[in-house]
């Protein structure tokens, strides 16, 4: 009589569970780095459409702030999106515009400052919790990537 056993012994199961575990291991940080990465652009695209309306302003206005005194360019600001809260600073020749993380994306954070009197905008980055993400040295680019990498 012939034995036709079917199936898949211990030790070949316990086998490719410890592949599959060896995979997990380095495919989910790897993920995870990629969904980052990934909703970083929203801080960075929200906060150059609100420059453009910080700038529109401004060449309406002549000013940041109104002349009239009953309002500003951070009047016109968009509402927060879902993985950020925007914050709005001025003076009559200056803006800060910033982008706090929140959720998945807290400790990262993006500020632009802008002033009339210098050519040049300011990006600054202050990633500097969560996710094992660090800073640049010096802190002056926006940092889209683990290790300092800046846009």
Known sequence: ??????GFTLIEV?????????????????????ITRGRIP???????????IAEQYFMDNRSYNSA???GNVCDLMPANT????????????????????????????????????????????NITRGHGWTDPTPNTCWVIRKGGICA
């Open 1 to 6: 009589m012939k034995n036709t056993n079917k």
């Open 14 to 34: 316990m086998v490719t569970v410890a592949i599959l575990g060896i995979l997990a291991t380095i495919a989910y940080p790897s993920y995870t780095d990629y």
């Open 42 to 52: 929203e801080a960075l695209t929200e906060l150059a459409n609100r420059q453009v």
């Open 68 to 70: 009239t005194g009953t």
């Open 82 to 125: 879902k993985y950020f809260t925007y914050g709005c600073a001025n003076t009559a020749t200056t803006y800060t515009l910033t982008a706090t993380g929140i959720d998945s994306m807290a400790g990262f954070g993006y500020r632009f400052t802008s002033d009339i009197t210098d050519p040049l905008p300011h990006k600054s980055s």
